[in-house]
């Protein structure tokens, strides 16, 4: 697999656990006590972040194969 195509995955794969991480924070406790102004940066933020995501999903699906994907999976497991 190119280089470029590696980067992207890499990309996305470390972007979802961001997202994800993102996401549990806002529906914690913690989130809760957080200032207003912060909270809802915080939440702005999420909605890029989903944003960006699903831009890359887009351009991993139009430029890189099922078979590569699974390649590229395999080298993660390893």
């Known amino acids: 697999m190119e280089e470029y195509k590696i980067r992207l995955m890499v990309e996305f794969k470390q972007l979802c656990s961001k997202v994800d991480k993102l996401r549990e924070f806002i529906n914690s406790d913690k989130y809760k006590m957080l200032?207003?102004?912060?909270?809802?940066?915080?939440?702005?933020?999420?909605?890029?972040?989903?944003?960006?995501?699903?831009?890359?999903?887009?351009?991993?699906?139009l430029t890189i194969s099922i078979k590569e994907m699974k390649e590229f999976d395999q080298i993660g497991e390893e």
């Open 35 to 61: 200032d207003p102004t912060i909270a809802v940066l915080m939440k702005n933020q999420l909605a890029f972040m989903e944003g960006y995501r699903a831009s890359l999903y887009d351009r991993i699906n």
